[in-house]
């Protein structure tokens, strides 16, 4: 097995129209990025040893523009057909296109100015970076044209194109907690079970946790117990590749009871089951449940 990258994307193209965008959700979803390298340089960071924890079945993704020192378009093409037919690596060139309109729009409104014309209008340094990358977009075998993109469906063409199975996957989460020792930071989604009958307030269920089986079979006597998990699972269902889909690398499910124990842990456990079965790697996390308990802020059942 290889410890070098296989797949190669050179992402270039007019400058505004879009290379950081792509580069930041490349990296996003798992792939390695290197912005403005001297192209000479690429065969030495091709052979150099992958970072610590990645595979060969990493891609590489880099990007250079006028910015780019050494930025000779032929001598660039010739140089990547020779790596490609030496190294048997798919190297591809990815070329973002825009109307000259809408990047003097662009220059416009965000006040920066263009790296080929410091000292002029900025349609000047897109005519001349036109003529100069002219070959390169000739040579590309992809090409997007972001004139009516924005930021977002730009990055969603390119995790439509260039996403890879096993590459930035989602992690889910699934984390029971109790509200007496506060929400859990970064929940997506939090859902309360304190509408559940309470297996604190029955002695032999006390000790135990929402891992034992009677406690899990007390929860689930709960009338309103059957509809209402159904229902969340239903929705995390529905929401989790809503949140992969837009690029979010982490998704944490948060399920609370008072203490973190018994509902919270048993309801979050059959939610992972449920996703498990659907597909979903669900890590389980149990804040909660080892944690002393804290009978005072234990709310007792209601007099009949």
């Given at each position: 097995m290889t410890d070098?990258?296989?797949?190669?994307?050179?992402v270039t193209g007019l400058s505004g129209a879009g290379k950081s965008t792509v580069l930041k959700t490349l990296e996003d979803m798992g792939w390695e990025t290197v912005d403005n390298l001297p192209l000479p340089l690429l065969v030495r960071l091709l052979d150099a040893p992958m970072p610590e924890g990645t595979s060969g079945s990493q891609p590489l993704a880099v990007g250079f523009g006028a910015r780019t020192r050494d930025l000779v378009p032929e001598r660039i093409i010739a140089r990547m057909e020779a790596l490609r037919a030496a190294h048997g690596r798919d190297v591809g060139l990815l070329f973002l296109d825009c109307s000259d309109a809408e990047l003097e729009r662009r220059y416009s409104e965000t006040r920066r100015r263009h790296p080929l014309a410091l000292d002029r209008p900025a349609r000047d340094g897109i005519t001349r970076e036109r003529e100069l990358l002219a070959p390169l977009r000739d040579w590309a075998n992809r090409l997007i044209d972001t004139t009516d993109l924005g930021s977002n469906e730009l990055a969603g063409e390119i995790r439509g194109t260039f996403g890879h199975e096993g590459l930035g996957e989602t992690t889910l989460q699934v984390l029971s907690f109790?509200?007496?020792?506060g929400l859990p930071r970064n929940a997506d989604l939090v859902f309360d079970m304190r509408f559940l009958r309470n297996p604190h307030w029955v002695a032999e269920l006390?000790?135990?946790?929402?891992?034992?089986?009677?406690?899990?079979?007390?929860?689930?006597?709960?009338?309103?117990y059957e509809e209402a998990v159904g229902r969340i699972e239903e929705l995390v269902g529905l929401l989790v590749p809503r949140y992969r889909a837009e690029g979010k690398a982490y998704v944490t499910v948060a399920i609370g009871c008072t203490g973190g124990k018994h509902r919270s842990v048993h309801v979050a456990q059959r939610v992972a089951?449920?996703?498990?079965?659907?597909?979903?790697?669900?890590?389980?996390?149990?804040?909660?449940?080892?944690?002393?308990?804290?009978?005072?802020?234990?709310?007792?059942?209601a007099r009949r």
């Open positions: 070098r990258p296989q797949e190669v994307l050179l109790g509200f007496s020792r006390r000790p135990h946790t929402g891992l034992d089986p009677d406690v899990a079979a007390y929860i689930a006597a709960d009338p309103a089951g449920w996703l498990r079965e659907r597909g979903f790697s669900p890590t389980i996390v149990h804040r909660d449940m080892a944690t002393a308990p804290q009978d005072s802020f234990q709310s007792p059942p």
